[in-house]
């Protein structure tokens, strides 16, 4: 098996954890590894505790491939899934094969975020629909903040978070908009 990012190098295997073999590329630090191994090695490590994760609070910046891959083995082209909304990091997958393929770096960036252990629910439509909604109330927040303050914003937030609990919230609305 061939990189998929740099084509010529021949992938190696390595392990991305003491029980979690994957094979890797010596050259860009990426790794290709079976979510079949992946969830063997979760069911045999599940009870040790990750003593060098990192703290969530550390953001790494990681290299990212944009091009859409080919999986090194059927060679279909690999699905890309966000990883998180801080990061533009993306995880490729080939459905095909059950195959993940992590930039170099990457395994770390899910240990930052504490996701290593959690890796398929990136794949899930649940994560990715979190992540759009995520993208779209930045969006909004920036464009809110053209008009207003950064503290009127946390004001404005906590009334919106009261607002939709409340079981009156139309006719409140109703009464805000015609003063
Ligand atoms: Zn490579
Ligand atoms: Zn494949």
Redesign the pocket.
Known sequence: MDCPKCKTVHLRATKLEQGLSAMGCSNCGGAVISLLYYRDWLERSAVIVDEDAFKPSEMLEVDESHSALT??????I?SKYKVSGDSNNRLDL?A??D?VWLDGGEWELLKSLELSRDMPKVFTEEWQRKLRKQALEEVREQRLLKVVEQNEIEEIKRVREWLNKHPAKQEIMFFLNHE
């Open positions: 999986c090194p083995k059927c060679k279909k690999m080939c095909s094969c195959e």
